[in-house]
């Protein structure tokens, strides 16, 4: 192998540079490189290609430099030869030097996706708190978790990573197009969406971008009423009285939880943990008229006392303070505890309900319509497969609605802030309202 030298000369100047190339080939092989039958044999070598478009390089860059101008450095030629031979291993360097950049850059800088986790982990940790001082409950925290691995299961079909600055109205159409072919309920994706605006919004509260696309009315968190079931009288008589004698303890648990939950319609969050701190009792004062046993056909005021049992929350979801009046039936089971409820997992509740209602009877089927994958859906599932905790609080908001409760009344007791969003709750049937407003109006008597 052989050194291959350059030389490069300009009269007007007296310029006469000698230097080496870092550039090897086989003497032979540069012996005969004016033959060019013989080059031929060379042609598909790409060792010996290189050399030679490398010297062509060198030649080119040269003699564009010397017919611009004079020149008097020798370190200026140089600097052309090594630029030549080394291009692309100066590209090479450049494009590790920029990468080495960018990933120090993100390092040091907050994204979408390290903001997201870094929300989801703080919530769990406790470190991050509602707007309210609370903690996210076990359910909030459930909901982000889910939101942020839809994310990143989109970000891996995509192949790409987004920032704050790509979630815009392209981003929005793709994800709810990902979601509806992963069969999604559409429900779930408004619920995804909307949490993914609350990240967004956190996220630029804290400094961490300024896009301002996920506000736009069109990019939103679409939802429909579901059609839930709720239990009638006639269900939980069935459900209170089917013999669980064959069962374990569990069943037995699962549905004392379950018709608490019933008779006080809150969450499953707060019906479920309840201890005997919770339950109060009050005594009420009233001025009622009685019969004067002095004074025959008249009355005197007479004041009258009595006590009130009542659960005082402070639901785990909005730390709204609620307190429900104990009826007969809730008494009844928290007796049968020595008002200390065992806690039963959420799950199990769920489970076990389902057996109960199907031993209970309640296998009729119901139609559920819903949308799902962005198609409409009908299927007729049996009444007791819908059975799970929140059928209760449905059921206790839409039995006292019956009982000719007034909606007001009813909200102090769920927590419910608006009148609006307490009526989904209320799934009575036409006939039975209708037989509401017959018993409460004499108009149609």
Not at 150 to 178: C, H, T, W
Not at 374 to 401: F, I, N, P, Q
Request: charged share 30%; proline share 2%.
């Amino acid at each position: 192998m052989v050194h291959i030298f350059v030389r490069v000369q300009q009269k007007s100047t007296k310029l006469d540079c000698r230097m080496g190339t870092n550039l090897y080939i086989e003497e032979r092989i540069w012996e005969r490189r004016g033959n060019t039958n013989y080059m031929d044999k060379f042609r598909n070598n790409t060792q010996v290609q290189y050399v030679f478009n490398k010297l062509l390089a060198i030649t080119t860059a040269c003699q564009a430099k010397l017919r611009a101008e004079k020149v008097y450095d020798i370190e200026v030629i140089k600097k052309i030869v090594m630029d030549c031979v080394y291009e692309e291993q100066d590209e090479k360097m450049k494009k590790e030097e920029e990468e080495r950049r960018l990933a120090e850059e993100y390092a040091n800088r907050m994204t979408l996706n390290k903001y997201v986790h870094k929300f989801l982990d703080e919530a769990k940790n406790g470190v991050r708190v509602t707007e309210k001082g609370t903690v996210y409950s076990p359910g909030t925290i459930s909901s982000i978790s889910q939101a942020v691995t839809r994310l990143d299961g989109f970000q891996k079909v995509a192949g790409r990573e987004y920032d704050f600055g790509d979630i815009n109205m392209d981003f929005y159409m793709n994800f709810i197009a990902y979601l509806n072919k992963q069969g999604k309920a559409l429900n779930t994706i408004g619920k995804t969406v909307n949490w993914l605006k609350t990240l967004m919004s956190m996220a630029e509260t804290e400094g961490y971008h300024n896009n301002q696309t996920y506000k736009d009315k069109r990019f939103k968190g679409a939802r429909v009423e579901v059609d839930s079931i709720y239990l009638t009288k006639e269900d939980l008589d069935k459900i209170r009285t089917v013999d669980l004698s064959n069962k374990s303890y569990g069943f037995d648990l699962a549905r004392d939880i379950f018709l608490i939950g019933v008779w006080t319609a809150q969450r499953v969050s707060d019906y479920n943990n309840i201890k005997r701190e919770d339950i109060k009792t009050h005594k009420v004062h009233k001025i009622v008229e009685v019969d004067d046993p002095e004074h025959p056909g008249e009355k005197i005021p007479q004041i009258e006392t009595r006590e009130i049992m009542v659960l005082d929350f402070v639901q785990k979801k909005t730390g709204a303070k609620v307190s429900v009046p104990c009826s007969s039936e809730l008494k009844r089971i928290l007796e049968k505890y020595d008002y200390e409820i065992p806690h039963l997992s959420d799950q199990n509740v769920n489970d076990n309900m389902k057996v109960i209602a199907e031993e209970a009877g309640l296998t009729e089927l119901v139609r559920i319509d819903s949308i799902k994958g962005g198609k409409k859906v009908t299927e007729m599932k049996r009444k007791c497969d819908l059975v799970h905790t929140h059928t209760a609080r449905r059921t206790g908001a839409t039995l006292m609605y019956l009982s000719g409760m007034d909606i007001y009344d009813i909200m102090k007791i769920t927590g419910h802030s608006t009148p609006q969003t307490l009526k989904k709750y209320i799934k009575a049937d036409k006939l039975e309202v209708m037989e509401k407003i017959v018993d409460k109006y004499d108009y149609f008597n």
